[in-house]
């Protein structure tokens, strides 16, 4: 099957979901990701003495590294305003999805949930762009789009430097059991940005997370959990 995850910054994919992408791509499926920005606002510029397009080449570059670490089908970056996303026109954000899903008829569509996660204002205007796309495009017409899952966290430690929203697990409808080889590849993808070693470092992330990777599923309330993401979709 054909899985899409659409973050906003370039590493949003390996804090966490890399797990399952790796997974995933042992198993056989087609992964691919659309970054929306090139993650040049970040504050770590400033330990580098970096402008803006300095640092979102340096980012750009590391998430290449990753897509050859998680074997990813294929990587898309775009260049729209990091940290600006709330500024734009909705329609310029959506145009930008719309045209990858009808590009690679994706059958999921993975990104972040309605909380963000880190409550950043790009990770919440990407669940919600994302989203409205996915309900222009899903039906008849476009029979192979048949699921849209938002990647969460259903825990966070309590010394973790930054507020984490979390999904309650009575909202969690696919559980996904990685292998420790993901687990590994999932290690392998965050150390590619190097340029962010220190807040890697900083926030545990390497021992933050286990084995169990949860999605919450749009207009699905799966009881018990889901084991796959892929699981009760028609192939093809």
Not at 14 to 31: I, K, L, T, Y
Not at 69 to 82: A, E, Y
Not at 115 to 130: E, K, L, M, N, Q
Not at 190 to 200: G, M, R
């Amino acid at each position: 099957m054909r899985i899409l995850y659409i973050f906003p910054h370039p590493d949003d994919e390996s804090f966490g979901p890399a797990r399952a992408m790796a997974a995933q791509r042992r198993q056989g499926h087609d992964v691919y990701l659309l970054t929306l920005t090139r993650g040049e606002a970040t504050k770590v510029r400033f330990n580098f003495g970096w402008s803006l397009e300095q640092m979102g080449e340096a980012r750009y570059r590391e998430l290449l590294d990753v897509g050859t670490t998680l074997d990813l089908t294929d990587i898309r970056v775009l260049n729209l305003p990091d940290g600006g996303l709330k500024e734009l026109d909705p329609w310029t954000i959506e145009k930008s999805i719309r045209d990858e899903l009808l590009r690679i008829e994706p059958h999921v569509v993975v990104t972040f949930p309605i909380h963000g996660i880190s409550g950043f204002p790009d990770h919440i205007v990407t669940h919600f762009a994302v989203t409205r796309v996915y309900l222009e495009l899903q039906g008849p017409e476009h029979p192979w789009l048949q699921r849209l899952a938002f990647f969460t966290v259903v825990s966070a430690p309590a010394e973790f430097p930054w507020h984490v929203n979390v999904t309650a697990p009575a909202e969690i409808d696919c559980a996904f059991q990685v292998t420790a080889s993901d687990m590994e590849r999932f290690h392998k993808a965050l150390d590619c940005y190097v340029t962010y070693a220190d807040v890697i470092a900083r926030t545990k992330v390497h021992e933050v997370f286990d084995r169990k990777v949860h999605f919450e599923l749009f207009l699905e309330d799966q009881k018990p959990p889901f084991e796959d993401l892929c699981d009760g979709l028609r192939t093809g």
